[in-house]
């Protein structure tokens, strides 16, 4: 297919015909079965007529394009599946997908008061609370993969042995999303990759202080947007110069009204640099300092 593509661009650059076309699935016999069809029409990937695809294959031979993609797109369910893993940036100018995604958001701040679960775990011990969130994440996570019971679905074994792939593992992050009223990430079998795991995590949300849930939820936005292949090294490294000052048990920069710096971070200073620092504070010229000791010396 690349070299395909390939070709195409170079016979348009010596000014003759070509045109590559990247095929989304036929129906009526085309080259995916039944059962690859249902799966990817889950995927949002819809089966086209015969009729259609020949429509659009004369619509691309006078586009003057040298290779484009037709396909039936439903992009609410491509993007919840491709975006499982992290968020898909490149996407989100899409008009059904911008549209998708403010509608999640708005729901979503809604979801933690409408959920009671936070109230129903403050009357517990904290063994119920584990206890009571574990058997419910245990519950969703057999009911996605079609379990009768709760037993495939062990306290410590990976969501991904158990057979989760791309789909179900945004229906079950959905589920537990409505049922514990939490916002959680898309990519919340991959941060969270047992049901041991996951619960902790929700139990430590819902019984946190709207302060600590706040920062945590914040910290894992700000881990799953890194995680992006767009995001360059610069940025990272501009947002851990960001942080770091914020994680350092050394003080900050500070001045007085004079605008003096009244306390250093001592981090990454040469000795030589920390007493002249502490001379400054002093009043002591560090070059008469300098000649007193030699002359002591």
């Avoid at 889950?42 to 086209?48: D, F, H, T, V």
């Avoid at 914040?218 to 851990?240: F, G, H, K, P, Y």
């Avoid at 009043?283 to 002359?295: L, P, V």
């Amino acid at each position: 297919n690349a070299f395909l593509d390939g070709l195409a661009e170079y016979r348009r650059g010596r000014g003759l015909p070509a045109v590559s076309i990247a095929w989304g699935p036929w129906a009526d016999g085309g080259m995916v079965d039944a059962q690859a069809e249902q799966q990817l029409e889950r995927r949002g990937l819809n089966s086209m007529s015969p009729e259609l695809a020949i429509a659009a294959m004369e619509q691309a031979i006078e586009s003057g394009d040298a290779s484009l993609t037709v396909a039936d797109v439903d992009w609410v369910k491509f993007y919840s599946a491709f975006a499982s893993a992290r968020p898909r940036p490149l996407l989100h100018d899409i008009p059904q997908v911008a549209e998708f995604l403010a509608e999640t958001a708005a729901a979503e701040n809604n979801t933690r008061q409408e959920s009671g679960l936070a109230e129903r775990l403050a009357g517990l011990s904290e063994t119920e609370r584990n206890r009571s969130v574990l058997e419910l994440v245990r519950s969703h996570a057999a009911g996605v993969l079609g379990h009768a019971n709760l037993e495939a679905v062990g306290s410590e074994r990976g969501f991904l042995d158990i057979g989760f792939d791309s789909l179900t593992a945004v229906e079950f992050r959905n589920r537990v999303s409505k049922s514990t009223g939490l916002s959680l990430p898309p990519t919340l079998l991959f941060d969270y990759p047992n049901a041991a795991s996951l619960a902790r995590h929700i139990v430590g949300q819902l019984t946190s202080s709207d302060a600590s849930s706040m920062l945590f939820s914040t910290l894992e936005m700000l881990e799953s947007m890194l995680l992006d292949e767009s995001v360059t090294d610069q940025m990272r490294l501009a947002v851990r110069q960001k942080i770091d000052p914020l994680l350092s048990p050394t003080p900050a920069i500070t001045s007085d009204s004079s605008g003096e710096k009244t306390a250093e971070h001592f981090d990454g200073l040469s000795p030589d640099e920390i007493f002249k620092m502490i001379d400054g504070s002093l009043g002591i010229d560090s070059s008469d300092a300098a000649d007193a000791e030699s002359g002591e010396a």
